[in-house]
């Protein structure tokens, strides 16, 4: 069955298939990483949209000379292979890793954003993504920052999270559960 607009949407497994003027249609998740190469996320755009593909959302952080990128493609079927199989060959010093895009109920969940903030110590962001998980949070995007700060002797830990929680999932709980971390852990909802 097909709309007016010719698509319609059919659940694949873990693919998001779209059936279309251009055929069957796929959806995945590719991440990248490797040194940061001017132009290279451009190339890269470029080189997906002349396989026949798009990028629906991507992420791209970039550090000490190195990138990590994330994007969901979106590609008609039969050329899934020659677009993974194009990026790897004419990309050899990147990695490319695919993984099925996941189909999420977005009424069903709710987005909050926390800024935790504490003394830093080992393992206080194995910690804090174990809670997260524990609580079977998603966690949309989190930057942590550690820095000195004039009149502490340890350095400061600052993470911003922003996170996909049940629509009945309450800010000030999930807080309180952060703040059950350490006595110096405060989290401001924003």
């Not at 659940?11 to 003027?21: A, D, F, M, P, Q």
Request: net charge negative; glycine share 6%.
């Amino acid at each position: 069955m097909s709309n007016e607009m010719g698509a319609d949407f059919v659940l694949r497994g873990h693919h998001i298939c779209s059936r279309g003027k251009r055929g069957m249609r796929t959806n995945f998740i590719t991440t990248v990483y490797g040194p940061d190469i001017p132009g290279i996320i451009k190339a890269l755009a470029q080189t997906t949209r002349s396989k026949g593909g798009e990028w629906l959302t991507s992420k791209v952080i970039k550090l000490d000379g190195r990138f990590a990128a994330i994007m969901s493609v979106l590609v008609d079927k039969e050329r899934e292979k020659n677009l993974k199989s194009t990026l790897e060959q004419k990309y050899p010093n990147l990695c490319f890793v695919y993984t099925a895009a996941k189909t999420t109920n977005k009424e069903m969940t709710k987005i909050i954003n926390l800024v935790v903030d504490c003394i830093d110590r080992p393992g206080l962001t194995a910690d804090l993504s174990n809670i997260l998980a524990n609580l079977d949070i998603g966690v949309e995007n989190m930057e942590c920052k550690r820095f000195a700060m004039d009149g502490i002797h340890d350095p400061v830990f600052s993470a911003q999270l922003t996170l996909a929680v049940p629509q009945e999932a309450e800010s000030e709980t999930i807080a309180g559960e952060i703040e059950a971390l350490s006595e110096d852990v405060r989290v401001n909802v924003l």
